[in-house]
């Protein structure tokens, strides 16, 4: 498992570095190091920063004069050992398994770069961002071409949804530029992607975006400041694209070019009540389930896997366009591997009844399940989606990885005897209660 550097510039972070430090250090991926740079806070910052580090070993707390965020971010790539990178602001924070995506697209793909969907909160609203519609890689040609297409999307400017390889950083001697103080870190992109030939897509949200007035990127920002270092991106962001196409396909590109001067953000918003969007930690709170070893009621360790996989069946849905029911569905028809019913479905997925006929209409128009129908027996359904096959799987695996985290083999073996032979007294005894009724 190749090791990723995490890099976190801090300005008066010291309300929120906890929750950003937990959610890099509590990732599914544990192989990493997070880089926490303190740039001169006036708060507690650094102090916090040191009780970080103290309290695991795969933290560096760093302490340096104010110099602006480029400055702090140039100090870390400088530190950072890792062969891949990834940024985060203190401000914001990472789903459990976003490192994890981003290095399994990368490495899937055999790319040298990997960009992540995104959600956007403001004022406690939360809503999916992501500029480009499919998953899967593209060249450098088709992405500047996407790119083109909303330049002033966060998704294609900032650092926080992208993996890099370290070693490309360092070869090409790739920085921010300390001299300007808005679009560093499109400029950074620029430049590092005119040495990627391809680019791996990823439709799964990898970061969860929170703007703070006073953050140290807010600094310096103001609206004449923004015109001003505009003008000066726009040399940039040309020289990108003159490099990127040959003569004639850059010429015929040069007035949607220069469109960067005049275009907008598309995806810095989250509207309340619109389609997609949500409160923050909306049913997330898991406190009630809490409690000291073996004063907890029975069924809290099915409670809580049932989360887990839920959790990450809900970013296998988002990273193939699907809502929970469908990829619900699916996932457990493959696991039973031969033709269900609906009535079955209902009955291992928990659904009614009209949520598994509405979510079975749309899987087979969709090509990825198959419709059967032997002589003389209930109509029932077999999956079709071969290309998902993987991806489910590996599911399975990441959540044994975290429920057996702590167990030896014979103890993942001596345990899955023992719920086996668990499910089979419940099911005969269900089994056995239902036939008296009939």
């Given at each position: 498992m190749e090791k990723v550097s995490v890099i976190v510039p801090v300005y008066n972070g010291d309300k929120c570095i906890k929750r950003c430090a937990e959610s890099i250090l509590n990732q599914d991926y544990p192989e990493l190091e997070l880089i926490l740079i303190d740039d001169g806070s006036p708060d507690r910052s650094w102090e916090i920063m040191q009780t970080i580090a103290a309290a695991d070993h795969r933290v560096k707390a760093i302490h340096q004069e104010n110099g602006g965020v480029s400055s702090a971010r140039n100090r870390a790539l400088d530190e950072a050992s890792g062969v891949y990178v990834q940024f985060a602001d203190v401000d914001d924070w990472l789903p459990m398994d976003a490192t994890k995506m981003l290095v399994r697209e990368m490495k899937a793909h055999s790319v040298d770069l990997a960009v992540g969907d995104f959600f956007r909160v403001v004022d406690g609203n939360v809503s999916k961002k992501g500029s480009i519609e499919t998953s899967g890689m593209l060249t450098r040609q088709q992405y500047a071409d996407e790119m083109m297409l909303a330049p002033a999307d966060l998704y294609y400017g900032v650092l926080w949804n992208k993996l890099y390889r370290r070693d490309i950083i360092e070869h090409y001697g790739i920085r921010m530029d300390e001299n300007i103080s808005y679009s560093e870190d499109m400029i950074f992109n620029l430049e590092y992607l005119l040495h990627v030939k391809n680019i791996a897509i990823l439709k799964a949200p990898v970061y969860y975006y929170q703007y703070t007035k006073g953050s140290l990127v807010d600094q310096s920002l103001n609206l004449s400041s923004i015109i001003k270092m505009k003008k000066s991106v726009i040399g940039y962001y040309n020289e990108f694209f003159r490099k990127t196409f040959d003569t004639p396909a850059y010429q015929e590109r040069l007035p949607v070019i220069y469109g960067y001067l005049l275009a907008v953000s598309h995806d810095s918003l989250a509207l309340p009540f619109t389609p997609g969007t949500r409160k923050l930690n909306a049913g997330t709170d898991l406190s009630a389930l809490s409690g000291e070893s073996g004063t907890a009621f029975p069924v809290r360790s099915a409670i809580l896997e049932t989360r887990l996989l839920g959790r990450y069946?809900?970013?296998?849905?988002?990273?193939?366009?699907?809502?929970?029911?469908?990829?619900?569905?699916?996932?457990?028809?493959?696991?039973?591997?031969?033709?269900?019913c609906v009535e079955s479905l209902c009955l291992l997925t928990g659904m009614g009844k009209p949520a598994v006929i509405v979510a079975m209409a749309r899987l087979l128009a969709d090509g990825l399940v198959k419709r059967e129908s032997p002589l003389g027996s209930k109509e029932r359904f077999s999956f079709q989606a071969p290309e998902l096959t993987r991806e489910l799987r590996q599911l399975d695996r990441d959540v044994d990885a975290v429920?057996?985290?702590?167990?030896?083999?014979?103890?993942?073996?001596?345990?899955?005897?023992?719920?086996?032979?668990?499910?089979?007294?419940?099911?005969?005894?269900?089994?056995?209660?239902?036939a008296k009724e009939s």
């Open positions: 069946l809900e970013t296998l849905g988002r990273k193939h366009g699907m809502d929970e029911a469908r990829i619900k569905l699916l996932y457990c028809m493959e696991k039973r591997n031969e033709p269900c429920c057996f985290a702590e167990f030896t083999e014979e103890e993942i073996r001596q345990y899955r005897i023992l719920e086996e032979r668990i499910g089979n007294c419940i099911l005969h005894h269900l089994q056995a209660e239902t």
